[in-house]
């Protein structure tokens, strides 16, 4: 994941680089469309509700669009939420239980195994105009490779340790090709975007981490991608609610 958005996918994947040394995405909305934003948030955003109302205010009626200025508010503001367990365990909600055999996870040795399931619980739909989830990794669970429907996705981690895996877009009947893999640390915010690339996260310990996502435009469909042969399959990505 990368702090802001890249104007091309080949600059981030070079070698992995932080967005914060690459050019941002230009601003095609016209001004007068634009969301009202706010110019100077707090420092630190106490509980769930204050976040989620700060984000309203933030992205308007447009979410996150294509502004770099408001993707930096909205990372600020994901960065700034200071809330305790007690504020935010309500939404941690975990429901164990075995993903379908064809999102196979490589367990290191050249063999695959079932990915097991991590929980997805929607903790705000922000107006249509994004969704607020929060998931909930069990001990070695990963995601499969996957894209993210052209939305933007923010990521803050609030417990644990998260690894992300980058890749580079395949061309047809190839494999995803890993460019890199590094940790999330807690209290970090990533980003991420088709733009940059397709991207897998894993819990590599053995206690549980939960994540906060922000995602704009809102999806339930993303694609997944098979890391031996490439082939792709349209999955769900809805939430608990």
Not at 49 to 58: E, G, H, P, R, Y
Not at 168 to 194: I, Q
């Amino acid at each position: 994941m990368q702090d802001f958005v890249p104007s091309t996918a080949s600059v981030a994947l070079q070698e992995c680089i932080p967005c914060t040394s690459a050019e941002p995405v230009q601003d095609t909305t016209p001004s007068t469309t634009r969301a009202t934003f706010v110019q100077d948030p707090r420092p630190s955003i106490h509980t769930m509700s204050d976040l989620i109302a700060q984000l309203n205010t933030c992205m308007g009626d447009t979410g996150l669009g294509t502004d770099p200025h408001t993707v930096r508010l909205v990372r600020q503001l994901m960065h700034s939420y200071t809330g305790t367990k007690s504020d935010w365990s309500q939404y941690a909600i975990y429901k164990p239980g075995t993903r379908s055999t064809r999102n196979l996870v490589d367990d290191g040795n050249g063999k695959y195994k079932p990915g097991t399931r991590y929980t997805r619980n929607l903790v705000d739909d922000g107006n249509g105009k994004y969704n607020l989830l929060m998931l909930v990794w069990g001990a070695d669970q990963e995601s499969p490779i996957h894209d993210h429907a052209n939305s933007h996705c923010m990521m803050r981690l609030l417990e644990g340790r998260l690894d992300e895996a980058l890749y580079k877009w395949p061309s047809k009947d190839e494999a995803p090709r890993l460019v890199c893999t590094r940790p999330l640390r807690e209290e970090s915010v990533a980003y991420m975007h088709d733009r940059i690339g397709l991207h897998r996260i894993s819990n590599p310990e053995a206690h549980r981490a939960v994540s906060l996502h922000l995602y704009s435009p809102p999806y339930d469909m993303c694609k997944t991608f098979d890391a031996r042969t490439g082939h792709v399959e349209a999955s769900s990505c809805t939430a608990e609610r």
